[in-house]
């Protein structure tokens, strides 16, 4: 089956169709800059942009980097203050004229990992991190999400996990790779010390230069990168449609 799977990030919005048995793009991936202001109106005409260049006119699956229970964005660290309180879900789902779920953009990309990619069969407490402009975060237990933490806004040394430890971070600060890696230790302990975690999966863009910084991380937990890459986030997106695609059918 092929859904519409669209992850909305701070500079791109980004979809593809998904073959969801096969955690694979069925389709390119077609990105959109992300408007700026990055306002509900701007963002949601944006992605229903995404959906008529795909002629999609069934279930959409989609990621938003927040807090979202209901459909309604509860937080918004990396993006416009104007979504706390929209019901996104309602509101892209009116602009595309698609049935649309909506979801935390780390839980997405960990459903992706957990189900295709290096979380895969792992039955223990799995924690997943995307280290980007912030740092999301996604917990399973034997296979079942724990959806909307936010650990990357766990306070560490007077500040938010993310404020030190993010990917931007890294770059605002030219952080050389150990001394990043420091920090990214620094937070994965206290994530180990609090969860027991079986595995972390370390994901967002940076994950793929893994090899120039594992090996400075130290943590008793097993650490591995994420697999499936900058497409976690789309594909996880539509295999979470998939709940619109059962509601239809009932
Ligand atoms: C947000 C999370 C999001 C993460 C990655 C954080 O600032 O609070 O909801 O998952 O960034 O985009």
């Not at 279930?59 to 979504?83: E, H, Y």
């Not at 649309?100 to 992706?112: M, R």
């Not at 090899?211 to 697999?227: C, G, I, Q, S």
Request: hydrophobic share 40%; proline share 4%.
């Amino acid at each position: 089956m092929q859904l519409l799977g669209i992850d909305i990030g701070g500079s791109g919005i980004k979809g593809a169709l998904v073959d969801i048995e096969k955690g694979d793009l069925a389709t390119e991936r077609h990105r959109i800059p992300t408007p700026q202001p990055a306002t509900p109106e701007a963002v949601s005409d944006t992605v229903a942009e995404i959906s008529r260049h795909f002629n999609w006119t069934g279930p959409v699956g989609c990621t938003f980097p927040a807090i979202i229970k209901g459909g309604v964005a509860l937080s918004a660290a990396n993006v416009d203050d104007s979504w706390i309180g929209v019901n996104a879900e309602q509101r892209i789902a009116e602009k595309t004229g698609c049935p649309t779920l909506l979801l935390n953009d780390a839980d997405a990309a960990g459903i992706a990992e957990m189900e295709f990619g290096a979380g895969k069969g792992q039955q223990g407490t799995v924690i997943m991190l995307t280290f980007g402009t912030g740092i999301g975060s996604a917990i399973f237990i034997k296979g079942i999400l724990v959806p909307n933490t936010e650990f990357g806004h766990m306070e560490i040394r007077g500040k938010d996990a993310e404020l030190r430890a993010s990917d931007k971070v890294r770059g605002d600060k030219d952080l050389s790779w150990e001394a990043w890696a420091e920090r990214v230790t620094e937070f994965l302990n206290r994530m180990e010390h609090l969860f027991s975690p079986d595995l972390f999966i370390f994901g967002g863009g940076v994950s793929k230069k893994y090899k120039k910084f594992f090996e400075f991380l130290k943590t008793e937990t097993k650490v591995v990168p994420a697999e499936l890459r900058n497409h976690a986030g789309i594909i996880g997106a539509a295999m979470a449609a998939k709940a619109l695609v059962e509601v239809q059918n009932k």
